[in-house]
């Protein structure tokens, strides 16, 4: 077995242990496997061990990897999540390459994503980006302006909004992360419970990564996004 087939293996465990403490059933999480910065023969290690969603943080590598993957595993149907900032100049490129999009926080940026999807594609899954701890320098709407921004996206001809995507700041004790995730989970009962007709299909919590994931899913996560777990640390070239 690979190491990250050893890896992937270990990550489904951690989150199968989770659900089992947080009394869920493990085929409410889905995983998804964030691959920015390794190459498309990592990618393909992962989808050899059965893993089929996948996350990118770097658009234009994302878009590169898909049709690296296409050629690699002809066939084999695979799941593209943008879960990086998105601006105006990479809009056509996620429209066009990706199945989802979890950082929608601007009704600019959905307005152009709704556009230039391909029509014979179907409807690109968005979630909205909350900056749930309200930090300054973070991506994301304001909680109290989800919902707002949530029927705006929801009116777009191609656009689905599936749900709510959030990114707390690192905090190491369980109970921290847990009471932050639960911010997030509380917003998402919010608007899901409204079953708006524009916000149907509200079933996607984005909520937690490699170092959180138990937390984020005993606060009701749908989606966890776990990295380096998988994949395992990450080089970044020198600014």
């Known amino acids: 077995m690979t190491t990250i087939a050893n890896n992937l293996q270990q990550v489904l465990g951690r989150v199968a242990r989770a659900c089992q ?8 999480v889905a995983l998804l496997a964030v691959s920015k910065t390794f190459g498309a023969d990592a990618v393909a290690e992962a989808v050899a061990a ?13 878009v590169d990897k898909i049709a690296a993957l296409r050629a690699a595993v002809p066939g084999v149907a695979l799941a593209w999540h943008c879960i990086g900032p998105i601006q105006s100049n ?3 490129l996620v429209a066009e ?27 690109l899954s968005v979630c909205i980006q909350v900056n749930i701890d309200g930090g300054p320098t973070k991506s994301g709407v304001a909680p109290d302006e989800a919902l707002a921004l949530a029927r705006a996206v929801a009116k ?11 990114i707390p700041d690192h905090a190491p004790e369980f109970e921290a992360q847990l009471a932050m995730h ?9 608007i899901a419970s409204l ?23 005993q606060a009701g996560s749908t ?11 990450r080089s970044y070239p020198a600014a």
Do not use: C
């Open 50 to 62: 059965g893993q089929r969603a996948f996350g990118e943080n770097y658009i234009q590598e994302g």
């Open 156 to 166: 777009l001809p191609r656009l689905v909004v599936r749900g709510l995507m959030a």
């Open 182 to 190: 639960m911010r997030a989970r509380a917003l998402f009962d919010e």
């Open 21 to 28: 403490a947080a009394g869920r059933d493990p085929a409410s």
């Open 223 to 233: 989606m966890v996004r776990v990295g380096t777990g998988i994949f395992g640390g």
């Open 195 to 217: 079953k708006e007709p524009g916000i149907a299909q509200f079933d996607t919590l984005s909520l937690g990564m490699t170092a959180d994931l138990e937390a984020a899913i």
């Open 90 to 92: 990479k809009t056509r």
């Open 97 to 123: 390459h990706f199945d989802w999009a979890h950082t929608v926080d601007r009704l600019k940026i959905a307005e152009r994503l709704s556009a230039q999807r391909p029509e014979h594609l179907p409807p």
